[in-house]
């Protein structure tokens, strides 16, 4: 009867301490907003934000606003057509909205044709 008594306890203590754990886990994560323009301050719609090393992304929208969950210690990596990818790991966020300015890329269309 003692033994079943200490395993229920051992048990219930364990299943604390995970959900302690698992609790931790999620708490470090942060909420990112942020605006993405080009060299001239024009806002860039449709730019891919992605969360390096995942599936995860969003895009901006037509004001060059996005939003992104991610973890604390994660890199988002900005992508659109025509511009430089840019890569911004957390260490360089602050409470304020994140602005991206995005570089157009030097060998433009015509230099291809």
Do not use: W
């Amino acid at each position: 009867m003692l033994a079943t008594k200490e395993k229920k306890l051992r048990t219930a203590v364990l299943a604390g301490l995970f959900c302690l754990l698992l609790s931790n886990v999620y708490a470090q994560t942060k909420t990112v907003r942020g605006r993405v323009t080009d060299s001239s301050g024009q806002a860039l719609s449709e730019v891919s934000v992605l969360l390096k090393g995942s599936q995860k992304g969003v895009i901006s929208n037509s004001d060059g606003i996005f939003t992104i969950t991610m973890p604390e210690n994660g890199e988002l990596i900005f992508s659109h057509i025509g511009y430089t990818i840019k890569t911004v790991p957390a260490s360089q966020f602050g409470n304020t909205p994140l602005n991206v300015v995005l570089q157009l890329q030097k060998n433009s269309l015509n230099d291809i044709v």
